[in-house]
């Protein structure tokens, strides 16, 4: 029986969380069935936290080969009555797009909370996209914690709604939100919930064309629904000056309602300006915005990422006829990176034509030696990529992967020429050899094949592979057999960290020391 506080903590009390850890917390609160996953940085210790934890029978955990994968699993366990959660970082979305489509279209009655992980100022991934594009696209209500705190109400709340809506709902996190800290209020954790019993109806749950158009209609119905929840959301709030009296407003969504709280404070000028807040980021309260627009003559707009916010305020303005003055991303605060407290600080002041109290920056020293990221100590990859290098050296070229492989870029051991995605190093590096007429080396993990090559047919076990594309196929490096010859990559350091790939050589333990896990 775990003594963890997030299983064993009642109401009253308070936990220093972190962010991931307070997701978790609010679907136990919710009274979560099912959790899929495909584990990637930013999002991947909230499935290694329901692991931990074991559940005593609460739920059931699956890490899932890939995030289409995942996504399919916790849209059965939805259909099937379960609320499920499936958690994921932002690329992931993108190979789990296929299978969220239609569950938007169907509806789930279980209820599914997909959490997607973004990652601006790139981390730990090889994009900056922004996953509220697939609120849009997609048709999903979402939710943008800023905190802790928030992290696991917005949870709990999700739930609630994608089960009374029977439609997925989107919880959108952030790098520095999934890995803050900070103080969490629990409340108790419910007897098991019910499941919701299925009842056939092909007419709705097989999406023929005939179905699809009907169902098109009723997911559109289904948003004007989570428009009006999101007019009176306790998570989008207005927050008035204490005069009144002024006709500047910012409307803030996401991480920057921080940044703008901590900056409003640092230059004293919290009555200077009004502040609409939006957690629950879409669909968009059109009234609750139309209303705060009327009160001002001049908007900032602050959200990290792309320009959506500010766009559906300008239109929503020119909609409404209001003469209103819509400004957002300019060269201060653009659609790259990580907004910070000094970056809108500098923003507000020049928009608030007033002194920065923004600190320069100390100058970077130029003259520190490099740390470029590094393989493990003892991590078989560096042998064979020496040995590689060895055989082929600069006339071969190297097609590499997600994950660990790419540390293979630097000198001296300079075996990563290019990379398409995960899974992409055997099939790119095909398309490559084809049109160039040189060899390629290609490196992969056997669960990036299968994430996204379904031509290979390799077994999961958390090997690496290395592969060599000469003329018209691919062939071996290591054995002549058919079947591919591989080095045992046992300690698994980033996103597929799935936990028999960390058990220790031949003792079936983990690296924490326990007995390997049923997952």
Same mark, same amino acid.
């Given at each position: ?11 009253? *009390?308070?936990?220093?969380?972190? %962010? ?6 609010g679907a136990?609160?919710? +009274? ?44 059965? %366990? ?7 959660? =499936? ?5 992931? !979305? ?13 509806g ?5 909370? =997909? ?10 991934s090889?994009? *900056? ?12 209500? $979402?939710? /943008? ?13 999700a ?21 803050? @800290? ?12 019910p499941?919701v ?11 023929v ?5 009907r169902?098109?209609?009723? &997911? ?6 989570? @428009?009006?929840?999101a *007019?009176?959301?306790?998570f989008?709030v ?7 009296? #002024? ?23 919290e ?12 669909p ?8 705060? !627009? ?6 900032? =707009?602050? /959200? ?5 916010? *500010?766009?559906?305020?300008r ?15 300019? /060269? ?32 970077? /020293?130029?003259?520190?030696p ?13 042998a =064979? ?7 082929? +050296? ?20 300079r #075996?990563?020429?290019?990379?398409? $995605? ?6 790119a ?12 080396? %290609? ?14 047919r ?19 490096? &290591? ?15 980033l ?7 960390r058990?220790?050589?031949?003792? +079936?333990?983990?690296?924490? %020391? ?6």
């Amino acid at each position: 029986m775990s003594n963890d506080p997030l299983l064993r903590g009642a109401r009253g *009390e308070r936990h220093l969380l972190l %962010g991931n850890e307070a997701i978790v917390r609010g679907a136990l609160e919710a +009274g979560v069935h099912m959790v899929s996953c495909y584990p990637g940085t930013p999002s991947s210790e909230v499935a290694d936290t329901f692991l931990r934890l074991g559940g005593e029978g609460r739920y059931r955990l699956e890490y899932s080969i890939n995030e289409k994968v995942a996504m399919e699993v916790a849209a059965g %366990g939805a259909l099937g009555g379960a609320m499920s959660l =499936v958690a994921m970082k932002h690329v992931g !979305l993108n190979v789990a797009a296929d299978p969220l489509f239609t569950s938007v279209y169907i509806g789930l009655p279980g209820g599914l909370v =997909v959490l997607t992980a973004d990652d601006p100022g790139c981390h730990s991934s090889q994009n *900056e996209q922004d996953n509220r594009h697939y609120a849009r696209f997609a048709s999903l209500p $979402c939710f /943008e914690p800023v905190s802790a705190q928030e992290a696991k109400e917005m949870t709990r709340e999700a739930f609630r709604l994608a089960r009374e809506l029977q439609q997925p709902v989107m919880l959108r996190t952030t790098t520095r939100v999934s890995h803050m @800290r900070g103080p969490v209020d629990f409340d108790d954790l419910p007897a098991p919930q019910p499941k919701v019993e299925f009842k056939r109806d092909p007419g709705r749950f097989v999406p023929v064309p005939a179905v699809a158009l009907r169902r098109h209609a009723a &997911l559109d119905a289904n948003m004007e629904k989570a @428009r009006q929840i999101a *007019e009176g959301s306790r998570f989008n709030v207005e927050r008035e000056p204490s005069g009144g009296q #002024t006709r500047l407003g910012v409307i803030a969504s996401g991480v920057a309602r921080n940044y703008l709280a901590d900056a409003l404070a640092s230059g004293g000028w919290e009555d200077r300006v009004r502040v609409l807040e939006l957690g629950m980021t879409w669909p968009l309260p059109n009234d609750l915005i139309g209303a705060f !627009l009327q009160k001002c003559d001049r908007v900032l =707009v602050l /959200e990290e990422g792309a320009d959506l916010l *500010e766009q559906s305020v300008r239109a929503l303005a020119q909609l409404r006829g209001l003469n209103v003055r819509i400004e957002g991303k300019d /060269e201060t605060l653009s659609g790259r990176g990580e907004y910070s407290t000094t970056l809108v600080l500098r923003r507000l002041a020049a928009w608030l034509d007033c002194p920065c109290p923004a600190k320069s920056a100390r100058p970077v /020293e130029t003259d520190l030696p490099g740390r470029p990221p590094n393989l493990c100590p003892g991590c078989s990859h560096r042998a =064979v990529y020496y040995a590689v290098r060895q055989v082929f +050296g600069d006339d071969a070229v190297y097609s590499s992967d997600i994950g660990c492989y790419t540390l293979g870029l630097l000198p001296p051991l300079r #075996t990563a020429d290019f990379l398409v $995605c995960m899974g992409s190093s055997v099939s790119a590096g095909s398309g490559f050899a084809r049109a160039s007429g040189k060899p390629v080396v %290609g490196f992969l993990a056997e669960y990036d094949a299968l994430a996204a090559c379904d031509g290979i047919r390799w077994p999961l076990s958390g090997l690496a592979r290395v592969a060599v594309f000469r003329g018209r196929r691919w062939q071996d490096t &290591l054995s002549s057999s058919p079947e591919l010859q591989a080095l045992e990559e046992r300690r698994a350091r980033l996103a597929a960290e799935y936990p028999r790939a960390r058990q220790e050589p031949g003792d +079936g333990k983990t690296e924490e %020391g326990h007995g390997q896990a049923e997952v």
